[in-house]
């Protein structure tokens, strides 16, 4: 009796502890340790050093200087000169380089530059803006009221920044734009003719957009119609005039002339 008496006791006991475990536990979930204060300040204290350090970032590149723009390159010019296009841009020097609208300062190159047909402006860290220009090609000259216009190939007719060019087709017409069509039929046929016939060419005229004629530098006069078919009209130009005339008629192909 003694022995059993002993082991209930020690069983009670070992029940008695584990349940009093159990009801710290449970009392520990109940209520959770909060941080110290000391761990709880250190943390608002990275947090307040973290946002000075976002602000001063955001400050040195929206509002100082430091990173303002210093240098304008530009690239792309043969007929302008690098210090028309920085002054058309007008590029706003020390303004931060995020604060800069590249797409305004491009437009404003094309904008007041006529010889310029796409511009592209970027950013080259720490404060150096890039303008690359690209220049367009004329193909032919029209004589403006205020004087020689160079014609590039989508009928844009800008100022010569120099010498007018020599070898270009003289375009007799009264305007040259992109929106006339009878500017862009005499384009459009200059473009169709392969080089060797191109490079032939004097002058060009037309009444309308079917009616487009260039005369040769030997004098001979070519009546090329409208703008299709430029491949098989000059082959059947180029067998024409090996025949005596002065006016060689090419406008239908299927039916060339010569007089």
Do not use: C
């Amino acid at each position: 009796m003694t022995t059993t008496r002993r082991a209930t006791s020690r069983a009670r006991a070992r029940r008695a502890r584990y349940e009093r475990q159990r009801e710290r536990v449970n009392r520990s979930d109940r209520h959770p340790k909060l941080p110290s204060r000391r761990r709880a300040h250190a943390r608002r204290w990275v947090a307040l050093l973290v946002l000075l350090g976002v602000l001063g970032v955001a400050y040195l590149l929206l509002f100082s200087g430091v990173l303002g723009v210093r240098s304008v390159e530009v690239d792309g010019t043969t007929g302008l000169s690098k210090h028309e296009v920085r002054a058309a841009a007008e590029v706003p020097m020390g303004q931060p380089m995020l604060r800069v609208d590249t797409d305004e300062l491009a437009t404003r190159v094309v904008d007041k530059l006529p010889r310029a047909a796409t511009a592209e402006v970027s950013r080259s860290w720490p404060s150096t803006l890039q303008i690359q220009v690209t220049e367009r090609v004329p193909i032919a000259i029209f004589e403006a009221d205020d004087g020689p216009r160079l014609v590039d190939k989508h009928s844009v007719a800008f100022k010569p920044a120099g010498d007018v060019p020599k070898g270009l087709p003289r375009l007799e017409l009264d305007a040259v734009s992109p929106e006339d069509r009878i500017s862009t039929a005499v384009i459009k046929s200059l473009r169709s003719m392969p080089e060797g016939l191109r490079g032939k060419v004097t002058s060009m005229t037309a009444d309308t957009p079917g009616s487009v004629e260039f005369r040769l530098a030997d004098g001979k006069l070519v009546r090329w119609g409208n703008a299709a078919d430029g491949e098989r009209k000059a082959a059947v130009l180029a067998a024409l005039l090996q025949q005596r005339g002065k006016i060689f008629d090419v406008s239908s192909p299927e039916l060339p002339t010569v007089s």
